[in-house]
């Protein structure tokens, strides 16, 4: 009874806390420009399943907190992260009827994009990237998002987060 008082915020709380555990969990060399893009997945998620409690207040804390955790220029992932955020409450009702293989596609433009974007900011700063797999996060995330909405759906039913 008192779960249902509340809503279980507390959930949506510890998704994001996870994903920006993921987001610093050290990986090889060769693997860290194929990392994921665990906050903007999560986010993405959030947003589609409850965008009336998850928004761009919420996008722009996760980013000013990623922001702060990767070391990179303030505001770069808070600006991105309430755009995306906004971006995908305005078109919830279109992406919640797709098929989970239509919304990876959708997600994975969605990261490109983002992407862009900071590649964006580092060169106005004077940053070049690496190597061509700068754009691999957009893979990976699109590959994942299908295991990332099963498990946050199921998580979301199980404590009844509404």
Not at 99 to 108: N, S, Y
Request: with cysteine; glycine share 6%; hydrophobic share 60%.
């Amino acid at each position: 009874m008192l779960q249902d008082t509340h809503h279980a915020g507390w959930v949506i709380a510890l998704t994001f806390i996870i994903a920006l555990m993921l987001t610093a969990m050290p990986l090889p060399d060769w693997a860290v420009n194929w990392r994921p893009a665990w906050v903007a997945l999560v986010l993405i998620y959030w947003c589609l399943a409850l965008p009336e409690r998850v928004g761009i207040g919420v996008g722009w804390l996760l980013g000013l907190l990623l922001d702060v955790q990767t070391g990179a220029l303030l505001g770069q992932h808070a600006c991105m992260l309430s755009v995306l955020a906004y971006v995908i409450i305005v078109s919830h009702r279109r992406i919640r009827v797709f098929p989970l293989v239509k919304q990876a596609v959708l997600i994975g433009v969605y990261i490109v994009l983002l992407q862009f974007f900071t590649l964006w900011v580092r060169g106005m700063v004077g940053i070049a990237p690496d190597h061509w797999t700068f754009w691999m996060p957009a893979i990976t995330s699109m590959g994942l998002w299908p295991w990332v909405f099963i498990l946050l759906r199921d998580t979301r039913r199980r404590f009844r987060v509404f």
